[in-house]
């Protein structure tokens, strides 16, 4: 096997059944795998210096292809209504079969790890078929000093390898592609998928994992920190604004996906950031669009013109396209991945229906409660057969890839709350004047000033009403935001119209919720909605 790279991991990829690879690319430079993936055929270079990769025909991650394996050690600590078991046995053929799969191939191996606190770190060891997949992780996760890599001991394995096609009868599995988790010896196999983002959640369900067990909860959020050591959490799903809203030039960027709450405070699990691009600007989005300008970030299935300069409004490939950059290309990025306990704590939904406010102050039950949901909603065009605004529930804001029951984590977050005295904010980046169709976007505006007001305390200060369908507290006027916002029925023309919007999803957020009735207590049970009738 033929070695490159800084040091020589042969008797280390051995143990894992990768002695036979024609070479290994070992902790290769961004501009070392640039050259690799071009001349491979696997990327091309944009006119600014990114580099553009397209993952065929999974523009996505595959949910309904991932599984845990079911042992000893695992049987009773997984939620199993939400994560689908493979035996030990079909485990160890899916192994065996990758690897000899990958004998006489190039791989690419980096050394990384997952999250910037020392005492809760994840040591990981990820091989790559792909040149750029191997930046793409590079840029992701977080990379060690040189002089560490030779004492390098990883406590998690990756193997991803996109031409590798599972046998769904021979595995166990759904189809050829195949996303396998074995918690009990940290190693994770990917194969029959060439999107790269397989590879960071895979980390990230790992963590979340390991970490409840250890008193520190594991967050799909992005956090930032202003000057005063205010730190700041933001929970949302894709689309709701997580990305965007966190990356304000006034306050220091954490990070933007995926952290930890620890005894000490807060600690980002990555070294880098995965944005989406879908009709990104200069304008509304600098700091991120300038990512995708220069050299070392990896822009995935963004549509190139024929001068090769990126098309954000093109989403003819996928309405998902993104970029992947190491975390030091905002200008205002945390150098150490960590702050102190949070301050505030925001949800962030994308409420298409034109019900919620645009921000609403929650209390510890109500905050476990909305955790617990993980509301947003698609609208329609987003996807094939959605015509109308369709409600999504994702608990704990990232149900994919909470390998433990939602209620373990919601109880560990809602002790934290109480403990250091976050005050919790619901803000609908969705629609207002009416649902999607007839209503329009919530103002940008809007929605950061009310942030600002949250984050530095002074919405805490102004006069609120209760909400009468969910009950949280609402603030009636803000400075420098229009009142009629603050007010969703108020906004819509037709009133009947909003009353009936609004019993329509409350009665979700019911139905949704009885799963979790049984595993929480009297005073989140409370916390649930209920339509009355609103005084014209």
């Not at 078929?129 to 560490?148: D, G, K, M, T």
């Not at 905050?367 to 909603?377: D, E, I, P, R, V």
């Not at 605004?389 to 560990?412: D, I, Q, V």
């Amino acid at each position: 096997m033929e070695m490159f790279g800084v040091h020589n991991p042969a008797t280390e990829l051995a143990t894992v059944g990768l002695g036979g690879a024609a070479s290994v690319r070992y902790n290769f430079s961004a501009a070392a795998l640039y050259e690799e993936s071009i001349r491979r055929g696997e990327a091309e270079l944009t006119a600014q210096g990114a580099l553009r990769a397209l993952t065929g025909q999974h523009t996505g991650r595959s949910p309904r292809d991932k599984f845990v394996v079911r042992d000893s050690n695992t049987d009773g600590e997984i939620w199993w209504d939400n994560n689908k078991p493979l035996s030990p046995e079909h485990f160890a053929l899916l192994r065996a079969d990758m690897l000899a799969h990958a004998a006489g191939k190039d791989l690419f191996v980096q050394d990384l790890v997952g999250g910037a606190e020392e005492g809760h770190a994840l040591p990981t060891r990820v091989v790559t078929e792909f040149a750029w997949h191997s930046l793409f992780i590079r840029n992701l996760l977080i990379r060690p000093e040189a002089a560490a890599l030779p004492a390098f001991a990883p406590k998690l394995t990756i193997i991803d390898l996109p031409s590798f096609k599972a046998d769904p009868a021979r595995h166990g599995c759904r189809s050829e592609t195949v996303i396998a988790c074995d918690l009990t010896n940290g190693l994770v196999l990917i194969g029959g998928t060439s999107y790269a983002g397989e590879m960071k959640k895979s980390v990230f369900t790992v963590l979340n994992y390991l970490l409840p067990a250890k008193g520190v909860m594991p967050m799909h959020c992005s956090a930032n920190v202003g000057p005063d050591g205010d730190a700041a959490v933001f929970f949302g799903l894709s689309g709701t604004g997580k990305t965007t809203l966190s990356a304000d030039p006034a306050r220091t960027l954490i990070g933007d996906d995926e952290h930890g709450w620890s005894e000490n405070g807060i600690f980002n699990f990555e070294g880098g950031c995965y944005a989406k691009t879908i009709r990104l600007s200069a304008e509304a989005e600098p700091e991120i669009y300038a990512t995708t300008q220069r050299f070392g970030t990896v822009l995935e299935n963004v549509v190139l013109n024929e001068r090769r300069e990126p098309n954000f409004d093109d989403g003819s490939l996928t309405e998902n396209t993104r970029c992947a950059y190491p975390m030091h290309f905002i200008p205002n990025a945390s150098e150490t991945g960590r702050a102190g306990h949070p301050k505030t704590i925001i949800m962030l939904t994308a409420d298409a229906f034109g019900v919620m406010p645009p921000i609403a102050r929650l209390t510890p039950d109500q905050a476990m409660y909305h955790f617990l949901s993980g509301y947003t909603a698609k609208v329609a065009g987003t996807e094939k057969g959605v015509v109308e605004p369709e409600a999504t529930f994702s608990t704990c804001f990232g149900a994919p890839f909470m390998p433990r029951h939602p209620a373990e984590y919601g109880n560990l977050l809602k002790e934290l709350i109480s403990r250091h005295g976050v005050e919790c904010w619901l803000v609908n980046t969705g629609w207002t004047g009416g649902a999607y169709g007839t209503g329009k976007r919530m103002p940008i505006k809007a929605t950061r000033a009310l942030l600002a007001a949250a984050l530095t305390g002074e919405l805490g200060q102004v006069e609120f009403r209760a909400d009468t369908n969910f009950g949280f507290a609402v603030p009636v006027s803000v400075n420098g935001v229009d009142s009629s916002i603050l007010d969703p029925r108020s906004t819509w023309a037709d009133k009947a119209a909003y009353d009936a919007q609004a019993e329509k999803l409350v009665s979700m957020f019911i139905a949704n919720f009885a799963k979790f009735e049984d595993h929480v207590d009297g005073g989140v049970r409370d916390a649930a909605p209920g339509v009355k009738v609103a005084a014209e």
